[in-house]
């Protein structure tokens, strides 16, 4: 049987967020196809207990585990040499001469990469099989806009990232034979930034429609109305989105709902976020095992991100469970659905407040809005569906 080497940045077990979802369910469609070896970082002690219980069948199973404190380091020493740190806090040498081992491989015919620091490993060889890499979303752009946020000195880390991270994509697009990308939007914005002769897909994002779906019930209590927010908490677009929420929206929404509840979900809140616990109606969850638990919850989804590339996920899985869900422009574009039909857009606070309020206020429209989400979900974005593309690319 032909083999595949699936090279992941991070373990994408559990499959409950980001990149660690879309790389799950690539790595289970070429486990069908390939006998598969994966190859990955472990950046969370959490993910430890998870490497015990991967759902997969795997020729082997290779991980490097460094806490992020250590990482961190990595990144001033490439910071001092001129390397992208992206690459320097994902690339360990205890697993190059492993992947070296795999590549020599008479059968091995595909390396796969998720993500754009796991191509290190690829680079530093001469493997002459099928290379593929799943970019997901133009990363030296999210640094950029990291950077127009952010003070000094970061504001200048951040852009001199950008810079240095957009050289390596231009690397990854010479030496590998397919690049992947989750929108349209970010493909294009890709091959603006980055020329390249490589032949660029789109592969959409899916959602688990077993898994999130509209008649889930919440073992939780429900107090009043309830406003939900899910996504990791120490990753800084969701903190900036929802310290920006909590600024400049939830007052509007408060004085005019007053028993409204907010629920922030998401693991490793940072300490601005964690603040937002004492204040009236909002609660701060940290880590939860099942988010289903709260989105079941919720009268409307709130997604205020004011950074966002590709596809976001949570508003994904809020629309398969049936929940009208208010976001930004920024965060909203790509998705295959109609505002105003499927979702609500605001592209201000008065705005974003005045369409929550409505929601609250008229339990109908977000019923109807609910449903049309769910029906968009099932429409476009079914994982089988999307991954099928892919046999397109593979050898």
């Known amino acids: 049987m032909k083999e595949a080497l699936f090279l992941a940045h991070r373990l994408p077990f559990p499959p409950n967020k980001g990149e660690k979802l879309r790389a799950y369910h690539f790595l289970r469609y070429i486990t069908q196809r390939y006998a598969t070896h994966l190859v990955c970082h472990i950046d969370e002690e959490r993910d430890l207990e998870a490497a015990r219980h991967i759902d997969l069948p795997l020729v082997s199973f290779s991980y490097h585990f460094a806490p992020r404190r250590q990482r961190k380091r990595r990144c001033i020493t490439a910071l001092l040499k001129g390397t992208s740190l992206t690459v320097a806090y994902f690339y360990d040498p205890k697993l190059q001469d492993v992947v070296e081992k795999i590549l020599r491989s008479p059968e091995l015919v595909l390396v796969f990469c998720s993500c754009a620091p796991s191509a290190e490993y690829v680079l530093k060889t001469n493997f002459s099989g099928t ?11 999210k640094w950029q806009d990291y950077s127009r946020y952010i003070k000094s000195p970061l504001r200048w880390i951040y852009a001199e990232e950008a810079r240095r991270h957009r050289h390596y994509e231009g690397l990854i697009a010479q030496k590998f034979h397919h690049l992947i990308f989750v929108t349209e ?53 969701n903190v900036q989105g929802i310290c920006w929420f909590r600024q400049k929206v939830w007052p509007l929404i408060q004085k005019a709902v007053p028993n409204v509840e907010l629920l922030i979900v998401g693991k490793d809140p940072l300490p ?81 407040a005045e369409q929550v309020i409505t929601l609250l206020k008229d339990p109908l429209l977000a019923e109807k809005i609910g449903k049309n989400a769910r029906l968009t979900m099932e429409k476009h974005y079914c994982w089988t569906k999307n991954l099928a593309q892919l046999e397109k690319l593979l050898p």
């Open 185 to 237: 939007q970010e493909a294009q914005l890709f091959c603006q930034k980055v020329p390249t002769q490589c032949p660029v897909w789109v592969v959409e994002n899916g959602v688990d429609l077993k898994r999130f779906y509209p008649e889930y019930k919440s073992p939780l209590p429900k107090k009043g109305p309830t406003l939900v927010f899910t996504g990791a908490m120490d990753y800084w677009p």
């Open 272 to 352: 601005e976020v964690k603040r937002l616990s004492h204040e009236p109606g909002i609660k701060v969850t940290g880590y939860v095992k099942d988010p289903r638990d709260y989105l079941a919850l919720a009268d409307v989804s709130i997604i205020p991100l004011q950074i966002a590339r590709g596809i976001q996920n949570k508003i994904l899985e809020a629309m398969a469970m049936g929940k009208p869900v208010v976001t930004t422009p920024l965060a909203a574009q790509g998705l295959k659905a109609i505002p105003g039909r499927d979702l609500l857009v605001a592209e201000n606070p008065p705005k974003f």
């Open 131 to 141: 290379k593929i890499m799943d970019f997901m979303d133009v990363d030296s752009e």
